[in-house]
């Protein structure tokens, strides 16, 4: 099995920053996509970011240029990092992680327990 451990949320006034920070640890082989989604309230769950191993990102429109991804592979980690923080962003951010675990390595895609993210206006 793969866990993933999510830290960084927390209460942060509008125009704030926060970062988010996600390890993925177990019978790791390899690891492909990294990404982070969001929850709010009443809505469905959303792409906020993703990285691949390669190092290409996409980000949802709504946090161009203030959100910034990026990844630790030596850490197996994933960061999110959040400036000029908005109201809306307020959520229960989840990481999730995608790739291959065990030997023969088998396909595993992995959830974090998700982080509070409130931005206070």
């Known amino acids: 099995q793969v866990q993933l451990v999510e830290s960084g949320g927390g209460l942060v006034q509008a125009g704030g920053s926060l970062r988010l920070s996600c390890t993925a640890s177990g019978s790791i082989f390899s690891i492909n996509g990294m990404g982070w989604y969001r929850q709010a309230p009443g809505k469905q769950r959303e792409l906020v970011a993703a990285?691949?191993?390669?190092?290409?990102?996409n980000y949802a429109d709504s946090v161009k240029g203030r959100f910034t991804i990026s990844r630790d592979n030596s850490k197996n980690t994933v960061y999110l990092q959040m400036n000029s923080l908005k109201a809306e962003d307020t959520a229960i951010y989840y990481c999730n992680v995608e790739g291959y675990r065990g030997l023969p390595p088998v396909r595993f895609s992995s959830w974090g327990q998700g982080t509070q993210v409130t931005v206070s206006s």
């Open positions: 990285v691949t191993s390669g190092g290409t990102t």
